[in-house]
């Protein structure tokens, strides 16, 4: 986990130890890095002097939190959550009913859970094609969904999460005509047992995908920006090999054909996308 502005040894502990994990090592100010002890030396890890670490928290000035290429060991101290013990791994069981059948399923940064599924063009009519899950009101059906709406098929869209502040979803592309060229937001918002008011935003007159795309993948770049790869025009119809990014940087028409998903047609569907951490370049794998 990176904190760029606010980060500290009790926070970086506090998230480790609710993910079950007694150590956190803290590294260039701004870094959490979460695990156990004994696997340190067991990992070809290497106990070095603490003097080594000359790095104040960014957000804690009197603790260190490590330096270049050194992690700072604190250990937490309270109580664990044990969810990954081997009585609760590999275990599923029902919580609720769903009103909807999801395609695509989000967690918010409201720690609620969006899902969205086919409209306009499903079989179930009187879908909206969207709902918001509290996991904090299971025990009411009538009040842990809230119903939202979106104004397009979705089907094999393809769905992220923006680096912002708002922690927006965003959501490319759908089943066939205006759902092509969707592009649709939402901002979590609302708490534990308060249902928000905000809505799936979408307008393909203010902004839309310039090539439609059915099954696309899409990918935040190390600038902030989108990235959208492939996809065929309308659901099993021409490919449709190229890339985009939002927002079109300059204006205009921005697209890149691509020759090698060109090539690869129907195997292009959905591409495998990663930005390498080592110079931001991005590597496709189909």
Same mark, same amino acid.
């Given at each position: ?150 104004? @397009? ?5 393809? &769905? =992220?999460?923006?680096?912002? %502040?708002? !922690?927006?979803?965003?959501? +490319? ?61 309308? @659901? ?5 090999? &190229? =890339?985009?990014?939002?927002? %079109?940087? !300059?204006?205009?028409?921005? +697209? ?31």
């Amino acid at each position: 986990m990176v904190n760029t502005v606010n980060n500290t040894v009790q926070s970086c502990l506090k998230r480790c130890s609710d993910y079950g994990y007694p150590a956190g090592g803290l590294e260039y100010a701004e870094e959490c890095y979460c695990g156990d002890v004994e696997e340190i030396e067991a990992n070809g890890g290497v106990m070095r002097p603490e003097s080594e670490c000359n790095m104040l928290c960014n957000g804690d000035p009197y603790h260190l939190c490590g330096g270049q290429q050194r992690l700072q060991l604190y250990q937490w101290s309270g109580d664990l959550n044990v969810w990954y013990e081997p009585q609760n791994t590999g275990h599923y069981e029902f919580l609720i009913s769903s009103p909807v059948i999801p395609l695509i399923s989000t967690l918010g940064i409201n720690d609620k859970v969006t899902f969205v599924e086919k409209w306009g063009t499903s079989v179930y009519p009187n879908s909206t094609g969207a709902y918001e899950l509290d996991l904090t009101l299971v025990y009411d059906y009538t009040k842990t969904w809230r119903e939202m709406h979106i104004k @397009s098929d979705v089907f094999c869209a393809a &769905s =992220l999460i923006l680096p912002d %502040k708002a !922690g927006r979803q965003i959501n +490319v592309g759908g089943w066939s005509v205006d759902s092509l060229y969707g592009v649709r937001f939402y901002s979590p918002d609302g708490s534990a047992g308060v249902n928000g008011t905000n809505d799936w935003e979408e307008d393909i007159h203010v902004l839309a995908l310039q090539r439609g795309r059915w099954y696309p993948t899409a990918l935040v770049l190390a600038n902030g920006s989108v990235l959208v790869v492939g996809g065929e025009h309308g @659901s099993n119809g021409a490919p449709e090999p &190229s =890339l985009e990014i939002l927002p %079109k940087p !300059g204006g205009g028409d921005t +697209v890149m054909e691509l020759d090698w998903l060109a090539r690869t047609d129907p195997n292009n569907l959905y591409p495998f996308m990663y930005v390498l951490p080592t110079n931001g370049d991005i590597f496709v794998s189909e």
